[in-house]
């Protein structure tokens, strides 16, 4: 079971999902659901994503000393050049289930995605602003993918940029999580930079944009009543809860508190956007 947590399953499965809700929202009929070279789509997505966290364990194997001496795998169980050989793999697999769609734009945004996934954990990951936008554009990417397969509405582009926030909010949760052992290992994220406390203004003021980004929902997109109760209910309210936890937030724990909250509001937006009209 260890071994299986180098691949991030949960997260790897809700890349997957994130995907084919990106189709859903623009072909509400169930024939995509049969289109056999969609889950070349798929699959190519899920392995490049798995990829990305295998190579991220790579570069980080001094940083997790510190921030996770529980569940490094990569240094303690296995070594760093078996680590570089399965990331090496999942992204090659990935971008061959790409090329076998026939489809030159998504194989190009497959190959935009590896090299980016590459860069951030060697070079961005470890800088102030830059790595936490690459992360927030792919899970954006990931919705508007799975659009493209089709063709983009506003309820993808909605969802697109619902995915871009709440990406963006937990990254930087987690650069205040793991503050004290990224200063260990040579990283300069931006809560060193400007401080724990306007790191939380930051937080505060993206969730209100967040927010008002739900509440436009109600007014401009067509819906079912069940996304008004997800909306408020399974969305809004543990967005709202976890900025009070932000503000009382101390030590790593609370914000390893917080990041699984908004793991929540993560799943919690997918089955909000599969009330979409």
Not at 45 to 64: K, P, R, S, W
Not at 102 to 113: E, K, Q, S, Y
Not at 207 to 222: D, K, R, V
Request: aromatic share 16%; glycine share 8%; charged share 15%.
């Amino acid at each position: 079971m260890q071994w299986l947590m180098l691949f991030r399953p949960v997260n790897v499965l809700m890349i997957g999902m994130t995907v084919i809700l990106g189709a859903y929202y623009v072909n509400r009929g169930v024939d995509f659901m049969f289109h056999k070279i969609f889950y070349l789509y798929v699959l190519g997505t899920m392995c490049i994503g798995a990829g990305g966290y295998v190579i991220n364990d790579v570069f980080d194997v001094e940083i997790d000393k510190y921030n996770r001496p529980d569940t490094n795998i990569i240094g303690e169980k296995i070594s760093v050049n078996v680590g570089y050989g399965i990331s090496t793999f999942l992204f090659s697999l990935g971008l061959t289930f790409l090329y076998f769609t026939h489809n030159l734009r998504v194989f190009l945004i497959g190959i935009i995605a590896v090299l980016s996934l590459y860069l951030y954990s060697k070079h961005f990951k470890k800088s102030l602003w830059i790595g936490n936008w690459i992360i927030a554009l792919l899970a954006m990417l990931n919705v508007w993918i799975g659009g493209l397969y089709f063709f983009l509405s506003k309820h993808v582009l909605w969802m697109g940029a619902f995915a871009f926030l709440i990406t963006l909010i937990r990254e930087m949760v987690k650069d205040m999580e793991d503050i004290y052992g990224d200063a260990l290992g040579g990283a300069f994220t931006l809560p060193m930079l400007i401080g724990m406390e306007k790191m939380k203004e930051i937080i505060h003021f993206l969730c209100i944009i967040l927010i008002g980004l739900l509440l436009a929902s109600l007014m401009f997109l067509e819906y079912n009543s069940i996304f008004i109760f997800v909306n408020v209910i399974l969305v809004q309210i543990p967005l709202l809860y976890c900025l009070t936890l932000i503000y009382k937030a101390k030590y790593n724990e609370d914000f390893a508190q917080i990041s699984t909250y908004l793991k929540i509001v993560m799943i919690g937006g997918m089955i909000m956007g599969m009330q979409l009209a």
